[in-house]
């Protein structure tokens, strides 16, 4: 099997990481508990110098910061992500799964932000090193439901997560948005279920698509 790069996408609180991690025990199950098969990561992040560009970049008291700097620095942690952990695994054949990929900066920066799409698609194409994810999945909530789910975990909020309700709205429609237009790649799946049942989709369309041959 050539190497595989599955993506969770969403608004904050939506359940993607818990998707992500779910997916993750299911493939090692999967490749009879063969760790080196399958590689679990987050954005931004997975590498020590994109972990500092996370730092700052959910640092809650940097409410200076703008538009622009916030997409660079994304994208900045995401190509070194890529140039140094995803590209490897993909040349060894592994299953990459990542919580949060380019259509989160597409979402939050360009919907959600208003920076220009083809600012954010050009960004993306010196970010991403060629690199496009097999199969990503949108999981979809409520914004409002999400923040219950906030309240509940009794956690502070990141920069990011203390946005108003109306830009969570703008985010939430711009995963919408993308996954119209790229169907063949995205599969929308909703966030409301239990996360047995979500995962129980998940499974079946990797199989499906992914698996089977």
């Not at 009879?32 to 098969?37: R, V």
């Not at 502070?156 to 108003?164: P, Q, S, V, W």
Request: include cysteine; aromatic fraction near 6%; proline fraction near 3%.
């Amino acid at each position: 099997m050539k190497g595989l790069l599955i993506t969770f996408e969403g608004i904050d609180f939506c359940g993607k990481s818990v998707q992500a991690r779910l997916l993750y025990h299911r493939l090692i199950a999967y490749f009879n508990h063969d760790p080196a098969k399958v590689l679990l990561l987050r954005e931004p992040g997975g590498s020590e110098i994109s972990e500092r560009i996370r730092a700052i970049l959910l640092d809650k008291s940097l409410h200076m910061m703008n538009a622009i700097t916030e997409m660079l620095l994304y994208e900045a942690a995401r190509s070194q992500l890529i140039a140094e952990v995803i590209l490897p695994a993909l040349q060894k054949n592994r299953i990459v799964i990542c919580d949060r990929f380019f259509d989160s900066t597409t979402a939050y920066q360009g919907y959600g932000r208003g920076i220009p799409l083809d600012v954010i698609r050009n960004a993306h194409e010196i970010a991403v090193h060629g690199v496009i994810p097999d199969r990503t999945f949108v999981i979809d909530l409520d914004p409002q439901i999400a923040l219950i789910r906030q309240e509940k975990t009794g956690r502070a909020r990141d920069r990011m997560e203390l946005e108003d309700d109306e830009f969570h709205s703008k985010v939430r429609n711009g995963f919408l948005a993308i996954a119209r237009e790229e169907p063949h790649r995205i599969s929308v799946i909703r966030g409301d279920g239990s996360a047995n049942a979500i995962s129980d989709q998940i499974w079946k369309i990797v199989q499906i698509k992914h698996l089977a041959n």
